[in-house]
């Protein structure tokens, strides 16, 4: 009646168990195409501004779009691994496009609307009430060229994850 559970026993339990970050591409590829895709805003940004902003890795706005990236990649992952079909595919892909329509509709706006507010401030005399508020900031958005090349990034790192010689595919 009484069992004895030797260490060699509990020791092939644990490694039994499937690990959940490892196994998990649709995850690891979401944060791996956002953290690329903040750290090729050093370099976009150095091309276009020929100066180095490190603030661009922590910030949002700019080239790529890391919110496409990180849904596009989440939703090609959920695609390849559970297929088409699968609802938790879909669920995804809605809320890519969701993420992806307000990065460059709602938040690019609000943003060029920031821009322009500042601008009015700025002119205003300094006696004036708001002339010492801070500025807002202006870089909230993306055009519709760093949300196409946010969902490159997304799907490159999706296809490299989940393909056979990838990383854990």
């Not at 499937?18 to 690891?28: A, E, G, Y």
């Not at 790529?64 to 090609?76: E, G, I, K």
């Not at 706006?109 to 205003?124: F, K, T, W």
Request: net charge positive; hydrophobic share 45%; glycine share 8%.
């Amino acid at each position: 009646m009484n069992e004895v559970i030797t260490a060699a026993d509990s020791f092939r339990s644990l490694s039994s168990r499937p690990s959940m970050l490892p196994s998990n591409v649709p995850l690891l590829s979401a944060f791996l195409a956002f953290a690329l895709a903040q750290f090729l805003k050093l370099f976009t940004t150095w091309f276009k501004e020929k100066r180095w902003d490190s603030r661009m890795m922590l910030g949002s706005g700019g080239m790529p779009s890391s919110h496409s990236a990180t849904v596009s990649a989440l939703a090609v992952a959920i695609g390849l691994q559970e297929g088409a079909g699968a609802p938790t595919f879909a669920i995804a892909l809605v809320l890519a496009c969701v993420v992806m329509y307000d990065a460059s509709g709602v938040r690019l706006h609000a943003g060029r609307q920031a821009e322009l507010l500042n601008q009015i401030v700025c002119e205003l005399p300094p006696e004036h009430p708001v002339s010492n508020i801070r500025p807002l900031r202006d870089s909230l958005g993306h055009t519709p060229l760093q949300v196409a090349a946010g969902a490159g990034l997304g799907c490159f790192v999706a296809f490299l994850m989940s393909s056979p010689r990838g990383l854990y595919g």
